[in-house]
């Protein structure tokens, strides 16, 4: 099992920015690819960023070239760098784990909550 634990959510002005981290535990999940998602009010969940264990990285149309994500080299943490925030980034973001990197993630965190103020 791999327990998942997002930090670093608030409150920002649109323009601002935040860094969100997840730390795994329980089990090495170097091998494994992890994600970001986020939840808005009323909507389903959607894809937000990926990063492979090669370090290969995808993101969300709507969030390409202002959210960053990275894991640190013991790859236990996973970042989420997000600059420009627009009212409409805001949403609970999740973390997640693709054990067997086929795009079904197997485990998820419980989210923090990021509010954009216009």
């Known amino acids: 099992q791999v327990q998942l634990g997002e930090s670093g959510g608030g409150l920002v002005q649109a323009g601002g920015s935040l860094t969100l981290s997840c730390v795994a535990s329980?089990?090495?999940?170097?091998?494994?690819?992890m994600g970001w998602f986020r939840q808005a009010p009323g909507k389903e969940r959607e894809f937000v960023a990926q990063?492979?264990?090669?370090?290969?990285?995808y993101y969300a149309s709507s969030v390409n070239g202002r959210f960053t994500i990275a894991r640190d080299n013991a790859k236990t943490t996973l970042f989420l760098q997000m600059n420009s925030l627009k009212p409409e980034d805001t949403a609970v973001y999740y973390c997640a784990v693709d054990r067997d990197n086929d795009g079904s993630y197997d485990y998820w965190g419980q989210g923090t909550q990021v509010t954009v103020s216009s």
């Open positions: 329980g089990r090495t999940v170097s091998r494994y690819a």
């Open positions: 990063i492979r264990a090669s370090g290969v990285t």
